[in-house]
């Protein structure tokens, strides 16, 4: 994929790329639609996440260029998603596990 | 645009050249951005806390969801983001009708986007499938069906915002190319603009299957 | 006596609207100075008026809803409208900037709109005073939050608004740190004041936009019912201290770090010695910057939050005191063999590590599970909060305020009043606040109208050293003001520090530097490098 | 397990878990105390010893000491997990109910607290218990977040509305204690203080058979007046005339009261048993509908009771309406 440059150094990326990875998004979309038709149980949300997650990596590595700009952007992204996660994940700690060493039991 | 040697007038006086601006820029944007995520993941920790809490009231709710609307939403957003990146990369190259042409087709799509979601409200409206105590609809098995619709509308709700805020910055986009104001040198506002419209994009993505296909 | 540069930031260019709309870094510190110290004197008057009504049970001067108002009020103002933006935008505004070699912050026109929504923020919470004041405590806890008559809505809009103003300075600062510093100046060459200022945005950034929703939930929640948090709908309000305090705990490092960046700065000038453990310290503001926001649920052991999560947070809870006890050991040991001069930036920052070791230690006490059973809501965590806030970030907003004085005015405070001021603060904090400590782990629930009289001679003690600390305040704002204008000149380096800004003129030129200073020299090699202090001699 | 003596910072302990929370409270006291003292030292010596006089000294530019640091750091670490595992195992204890423990359900509501025993006994902000016996607590709110604290026996739990928590607590002394509420709760916050009384064994029995049938010997008058106080009508209703959050009862039998909308309502058996049952079905106009309901509080006898000691409350010269 030749990348051109402009004037300043700012690279270009290819029509195709663009157009393949909005292909690819519309693709995955119809995937993930046609899955949830069929019950899988649990498996259901791991497929739906599986699959938003790949859409999401691709929108952020093509479309906002984390692949090709400098590390740091990249850093501030996945810090995001990781103090999400944390707080998601504590959270739950919390709410799933009550009563659990001690039964509360009206 | 003056190009005065050296000094280009879009650059600010604090900065030592055009590339340190629009790296900072950038950086800026980026924490935004972050700052959006977090937003976000508050209410996305509301919805794993109370779908964990009553999983069977999401299942029947989310039942309800027009899942054609909410693809067919999902697919404008995604050619939306496609025809924003096409703006950067035409401005980039210094075709300004190419990138007014692009800016424009995807303010239309945010637009479609609006209009769907808005008859999707209007349809729950109309059932009683509401937050909290505007609750009517009986249709739902379980103790507080209105669980769902409260995380439903205040995550579709909020991206809604944002998707307004994203058309009045495209539009202001708009408006500012068709002066002439931006070049394959200096289209920064053009470039934040897009990867917050990314980041819409990509919240919808996760919203999309959370609420439409598993719920 | 009163040749001071002609022209400077502070009278070129002149006149109101120049102030109002400027876009120079100095003069919006200034502009937070002020809105920022009345914040602080209005929370101060709150203060004295809850402990004076604490004399002795009962009735003293205000009914229970009064009282309940003003702790409350007390609570919000100190902590949003001043202990958080103190530091960061009215020293950071002012001191970063000249620190790392710049012009100004990355985006100067972000950091007026930072002020301008803070102003917008504080205008909600005050008239929030007018329309019947709230009563939750700043905590707003569910459902008591959302069935009060109190304005809760307009104190939770203000918060919301406020936190819109910390992101903005957050956000402008970590692009400020990485993309304007001076050439030369490698990520440890900085000063540590600006890696407290690096740590202290990066929480901000992170953790006021979950406050964010928080209140807008809550807001919600009171307006349209929706049950997020209503217990009889399927909410659960845990979750609301879930939220709350998700952004809570960071938030009281947001307050702490840039303190700890400034006594950095001080124990390294005033003993004249290189600072030991620079690397130490400024990985540790990191560490507890990213280790701050797993422990929230320290505040929540009590609340019917489950054993398995207690536990963890307990254990996480104790794993972010450690870097701060690593700093207050390299603070010492910086100390040692240094030439030490007792000036009032000095005095504050020995007085900080008196207090803030007391504040940390008794940390410890409340992160062990059983002893925080017994000692959660009760005096004992008022006591602790003080010690750690009060003892620790002001203490280091006044040492840093004296420090940079002569930078800021280009004049000197009075030292000998400045001595009695240090004094007074730090008999009446330790009168008012050891007390509490006492009171608390004795049982003396807080947020107390009336109590039992058998808690009565502590609750006295402690009003009684509120009046001295009352008077160190004032005593302070008098001579501060005066020096204003009698205050013999500083020069540009009237302590003899290495940092770049005191190598422009005081106060500074509208644009900082003539030109972009090289950086020669690490910020603390004193062993290798003395910069004279120009006190003595007129410019 | 001796129950603890009181220090200056920790009231007399009175439970089997006090000895525990005590011993660790004072451990980390000293440590930190220790501690302190050393850096406070340390900074007065320096200060003192390396006091700038005159001229500037040079000062050395050593500003790293491995083995130090690290001894600094591996000293705390060591010493904070020892008090973490020490306050986990127990906090473990403080958690985990023993499976003979009395249940006693109690219920916080603003202001007060409500204590239901086994034999259907309930009692209003005095909890009675037997010395020496596990007790489990089971809580609940009736309206906001109260916390049900008792110092003396180092245990508090938050009372949340719509959910149950426990808490359980082993008395060792007889002896009256306080019990706060220790989560705002609005206005009378402060007032929500009640009593736990621990009795020996045989009189905590003997006071469940008394509680139980209570009443037996006394007129329904004087069965009412000891309700008045016991549940609580005092806070808020007085009984000699004077204004309170609630009306006053004297006088108010038999008289026509204008409610909230306008409509006057004979004060009689009907209007006085809704008011206790569904307080807010029919407020008095200028009152604020904050009563509380006694549904499930109060027995049928004991709601006769009450509405007989409010009849008794006339003047002898007939009723004079308000």
């Known amino acids: 994929m030749g990348n051109r440059t402009t004037a300043v150094g700012h690279h270009i990326l290819p029509l195709k790329v663009y157009l393949g990875v909005g292909a690819a998004l519309i693709v995955l979309t119809a995937i993930t639609v046609t899955v949830s038709f069929f019950n899988f149980g649990p498996y259901n949300l791991l497929v739906a996440m599986v699959v938003a997650a790949i859409k999401a990596s691709l929108v952020a590595l093509f479309f906002m260029h984390l692949k090709y700009d400098s590390k740091l952007y990249m850093i501030i992204f996945v810090a995001a998603i990781l103090f999400l996660a944390v707080f998601i994940i504590f959270t739950l700690f919390d709410t799933l596990l009550r009563g659990d060493v001690e039964p509360i039991t009206a | 645009m003056s190009q005065t040697a050296g000094h280009p007038s879009f650059l600010q006086h604090h900065f030592s050249d055009a590339e340190q601006q629009r790296e900072s820029a950038k950086l800026g944007m980026w924490i935004f951005l972050l700052t959006e995520i977090l937003l976000f993941g508050g209410l996305f920790c509301a919805y794993a806390i109370y779908r964990s809490w009553n999983p069977e009231i999401f299942h029947n709710a989310h039942v309800h969801l027009n899942v054609y609307l909410g693809t067919l939403n999902t697919v404008v957003l995604i050619t939306s983001s496609v025809t924003m990146a096409l703006a950067i990369r035409s401005m980039q190259l210094g075709r300004r009708t190419a990138t007014l042409r692009f800016l424009a087709v995807t303010l239309a799509l945010a637009a479609v986007f609006l209009v769907i979601k808005y008859f999707e409200y209007s349809h729950k409206i109309h059932l009683g499938q509401l937050p909290g105590k505007f609750y009517t609809y009986d249709g739902i098995a379980g103790t507080n069906p209105h669980i769902f619709f409260s995380v439903y509308f205040l995550m579709t709700g909020l991206h809604g915002i944002h998707v307004l805020a994203g058309m009045a910055t495209i539009a202001w986009l708009v408006v500012r190319t068709s002066r002439n104001v931006f070049s394959s040198e200096y289209y920064t506002p053009i470039e934040m603009t897009g990867l917050y419209w990314h980041l819409v994009d990509l919240i919808w993505i996760f919203l999309f299957p959370l609420f439409y296909l598993v719920g | 006596m009163n040749n001071l540069p002609s022209s400077s930031y ?27 110290m009345t914040a602080f004197a209005l929370g101060g008057v709150f203060a004295m008026l809850i402990l004076l009504e604490l004399l002795s049970p009962g009735r003293e001067i205000i009914d229970a809803d009064t009282y309940h108002q003003f702790f409350t009020l007390h609570g ?5 409208l001043f202990i958080i933006p103190s530091i960061p935008a009215i020293l950071g505004n002012f001191v970063l900037p000249l620190m790392i070699g710049a012009r100004d912050v990355a985006f100067p026109r972000l950091n007026l709109a930072s002020w301008y929504v803070y102003i917008l923020g504080s205008l909600f919470a005050l008239y929030s005073i007018i329309a019947g004041a709230v009563d939750t405590g700043w905590t707003f806890y569910t459902p008591y939050s959302v069935e009060t008559t109190t304005s809760v809505i307009s104190m939770t809009l203000g918060a919301f608004i406020l936190g819109f103003s910390s992101i903005f300075t957050g956000l402008n600062f970590i692009v400020t740190i990485h993309k304007l510093r001076a050439p030369g100046m490698s990520w440890f060459k900085m000063p540590l004041f600006v890696w407290g200022l690096y740590a202290t945005a990066i929480i901000q950034v992170l953790a006021t936009p979950v406050l964010g929703i928080t209140l807008l939930l809550l807001i919600i929640e009171r307006v349209a019912g929706i049950g997020i948090f209503d217990p009889a709908m399927g909410g659960d309000p845990v979750l609301y201290q879930h939220f709350f305090w998700f952004y809570s705990h960071p938030a009281v490092y947001i307050m702490i770090l840039p303190g700890m960046g ?8 005033f003993s004249h010695k290189k600072i030991f453990g620079y690397k130490a310290i400024a990985f540790s503001s990191l560490g507890i910057a990213f280790v701050s926001f797993l422990v929230w ?18 254990f996480l809870t104790f794993f972010v005191g450690i870097p701060s006890g690593i700093k207050v050991f390299n603070w010492v040991t910086t100390m040692y063999k240094g030439s030490i001069s007792l000036e009032a930036p000095m005095l504050y920052a020995l007085s900080f590590l008196f207090l803030f070791t007391i504040g940390g230690l008794t940390g410890i006490f409340l992160g062990a599970l059983s002893v925080d059973v017994h000692l959660h809501d009760t005096y004992f965590i008022v006591a602790h909060f003080h010690y750690v806030m009060m003892g620790g970030t ?6 840093g305020l004296h420090y940079w004085w002569p930078k800021i005015w280009g004049r000197m405070y009075s030292e000998k009043w400045a001595r009695v001021a240090v004094a007074l603060i730090f008999v009446g904090f330790n009168v008012t606040f050891f007390s509490q400590f006492i009171l608390g782990s004795q049982g003396m629930p807080r947020r107390y109208y009336n109590y039992l009289d058998q808690y009565q001679p502590l609750h006295a003690f402690s009003t009684f050293g509120s009046w001295i600390l009352g008077l160190g305040f004032i005593v302070m704002a008098i001579y501060l003001i005066h020096s204003l204008f009698k205050g013999r000149p500083g020069g540009a380096n009237p302590w003899g520090a290495l940092t770049f800004e005191w190598t422009t003129s005081s106060p500074p030129p509208h644009e900082n530097f003539a030109e972009i200073p090289r950086v020669e020299h690490g910020p603390y090699d004193f062993d290798r490098v003395t910069a004279k202090s120009t006190l003595g001699e007129t410019i | 397990m001796m129950d603890t003596t009181g220090s200056t910072f920790l009231p007399p302990g009175q439970s089997t878990i006090a000895g525990e929370v005590d011993a660790l409270f004072n451990f980390i006291l000293y440590a930190s105390t220790v501690l302190f003292a050393v850096v406070i030292a340390l900074t007065i ?29 591996v000293i705390p670490t060591i010493l904070i997990i020892i008090v973490f595992i020490w306050g986990f195992k127990t906090y473990l204890k403080m958690s985990i109910v023993p499976r003979d423990a009395i249940e006693i359900k109690v219920t916080g509501q603003k202001w007060f607290w409500a204590f239901d025993y086994p034999e259907g006994v309930n009692t209003v902000n005095e909890l009675v218990v037997p010395v020496d016996k596990p007790v489990k607590l089971l809580m609940s709110s009736k309206d906001v977040i109260h916390s049900f604290f008792v110092p003396n026996f180092r245990i508090k739990m938050d009372v949340l509305p719509n959910r149950y928590s426990v808490t359980w607590f082993e008395a060792t002394a007889t002896g009256e204690y306080n019990l706060f509420c220790t989560e705002f709760c609005g206005t009378g916050h402060s007032e929500m203080i009640g009593k736990v009384r621990v009795v020996s064994e045989r009189e905590y029995a003997d006071w469940l058979e008394a509680g139980a049938v209570s009443g037996e010997g006394l007129s329904l008058e004087e069965f009412g007046a000891g309700l008045y106080t016991s549940k609580a009508c005092v806070t808020c209703h007085s009984v000699d005339g004077s204004p309170g959050t609630g009306p006053t009862f004297k006088n108010k039998y038999g008289i026509r009261q204008v409610m909230q909308g306008g409509s006057s309502v004979p004060v009689d058996e009907n209007y006085l048993r809704e008011s206790i049952l569904n307080p ?43």
């Open chain 3, 10 to 36: 502070l009278n070129r260019p002149q006149g109101i609207k120049s102030w109002l709309l400027t876009l120079d870094h100095k003069r919006i510190g200034l502009l937070y100075l002020f809105s920022v």
């Open chain 3, 76 to 80: 919000a103002i100190m902590i949003f």
């Open chain 3, 262 to 269: 400034i006594i950095s700065e001080l124990i390294s000038v």
């Open chain 3, 297 to 314: 649920g320290h505040h929540m052991f009590v609340s019917g939050q489950s054993e398995l999560a207690a536990m963890i947070f307990s």
């Open chain 3, 394 to 399: 002001v203490m280091a907003f006044l040492g």
């Open chain 4, 45 to 73: 010596y320096f200060v003192i010893r390396y006091r700038r006089r005159g001229a500037v000294a040079a000062t050395s530019g050593k500003d790293h000491n491995i083995k130090l640091e690290i001894a600094w750091t």
């Open chain 4, 280 to 322: 807010n079905a029919r407020v008095v106009a200028g009152y604020a509908p904050v009563m509380p309901t006694y549904q499930g509080v109060l027995k049928d006898r004991e709601i006769d009771a009450l509405i007989a000691f409010i009849k008794s409350l006339q003047d002898s010269t007939g009723n004079s309406g308000e």
